[in-house]
T-cell receptor
Framework: KAGVTQTPRYLIKTRGQQVTLSCSPI?????VSWYQQTPGQGLQFLFE???????NKGNFPGRFSGRQFSNSRSEMNVSTLELGDSALYLC???????????FGPGTRLTVT | AQKVTQAQTEISVVEKEDVTLDCVYE???????LFWYKQPPSGELVFLIR??????QNEISGRYSWNFQKSTSSFNFTITASQVVDSAVYFC????????????FGAGTRLAVHP
């Protein structure tokens, strides 16, 4: 089975712009979670989607949003980018009923 | 509140040494899950193990072993006969029954294994 894929792998944006990141889960996995990793704050949970519904959300401002499609692929969007949004964004997928999450390679976002 | 503490920021060992990475967790939930992940320089988090709160059996997988002790809220990870390929950042994480798949991570321990 193919693993979790994320696109793009690297992204450079300017302050004030918006960005959309994509995640394709492992085939058959219906849960997709997103995490932000920064040197200062470490790994922080953004949100989780299951069957196209957000069922859990971390403590991030409303500029961070996401969605999930019927094929379980997920996107996250960050609007009005700030310098502090520079981070590695990791996506993870999980099978229904399993608590094991498998991560993708991440998207490294740099905001200048 | 849930919390994971990895007190060791960095560990440096010479190849073939044994090394133990410490993890202490806090939760009021009676059902929870503990994990270890490895993050090599490439950045991807690699799943190593999951432990349920109701299963305190220790586990061994090759050179890796895990010691889960509810009495001390610890879930420590030992690498026996370390190798250079073990160099990475290791994260301990916690999820709980009411949080679905939300993982709470520790700060990570950077392990450097020198030849």
């Amino acid at each position: 089975k193919a693993g979790v894929t994320q696109t793009p792998r690297y992204l450079i944006k300017t302050r004030g712009q918006q960005v959309t990141l994509s995640c394709s889960p492992i085939s058959g996995h219906r849960s997709v979670s997103w995490y932000q990793q920064t040197p200062g704050q470490g790994l922080q949970f953004l949100f989780e989607y299951f069957s196209e519904t957000q069922r859990n959300k971390g403590n991030f401002p409303g500029r961070f949003s996401g969605r999930q499609f019927s094929n379980s692929r997920s996107e996250m969007n960050v609007s009005t980018l700030e310098l502090g949004d520079s981070a590695l964004y990791l996506c993870a997928s999980s099978q229904t009923g399993s608590h094991e999450q498998y991560f993708g390679p991440g998207t490294r976002l740099t905001v200048t | 509140a849930q919390k994971v503490t990895q007190a060791q920021t960095e560990i440096s060992v010479v190849e073939k040494e044994d090394v133990t990475l410490d993890c202490v967790y806090e939760t009021r939930d009676t059902t929870y899950y503990l994990f270890w992940y490895k993050q090599p320089p490439s950045g991807e988090l690699v799943f190593l193990i999951r432990r349920n709160s109701f299963d305190e059996q220790n586990e061994i997988s090759g050179r890796y072993s895990w010691n889960f002790q509810k009495s001390t809220s610890s879930f420590n990870f030992t690498i026996t006969a370390s190798q250079v390929v073990d160099s990475a950042v290791y994260f301990c994480a916690l999820s709980f029954s009411g949080g679905y798949n939300k993982l709470i991570f520790g700060a990570g321990t950077r392990l450097a294994v020198h030849p």
